[in-house]
Nanobody, 129 residues
């Protein structure tokens, strides 16, 4: 079992920044990827960013909509994953979820919700214009 707890959400004006954190506990050594997803009411959950856990030098993946604005990173202990979000826009408003997977994913699956088997409770991000 892997437990994930997110923090860092809040309200910010457009062009502002937020940093989300997700602390993982439990059998974290068994995770291959951690990622951030987001969901707006009435829409499907979508992948935002993900990072490999056990490669020599982490590999990161980003949705096109956030490339150049968001950065995913790991703590030195690999028990916390961060999402630095810069130049936020109202379109980034959503509930953000941290996820982890013990599945071996292909790069094409790195942002696929179905590939992840552990989820946090979510943290709300609201961006006003």
């Amino acid at each position: 079992q892997v437990r994930l707890v997110e923090s860092g959400g809040g309200s910010v004006r457009a062009e502002g920044s937020l940093r989300l954190s997700c602390v993982a506990s439990g059998y974290t050594y068994s995770t291959y990827y951690m990622g951030w997803f987001r969901q707006v009411p009435g829409k499907e959950r979508e992948g935002v960013a993900s990072i490999t856990m056990h490669t020599v030098g982490p590999v990161t993946y980003y949705a096109d909509s956030v490339k150049g604005r968001f950065t995913i990173s790991l703590s030195d202990t690999k028990t916390t994953v961060f999402l630095q979000m810069n130049n936020l826009s109202p379109e980034d408003t959503a509930m953000y979820y941290c996820a982890a997977t013990t599945n071996v994913l292909t790069p094409r699956q790195a942002l696929y919700t179905g590939g992840y088997n552990y989820w946090g409770q979510g943290t709300q991000v609201t961006v006003s214009s």
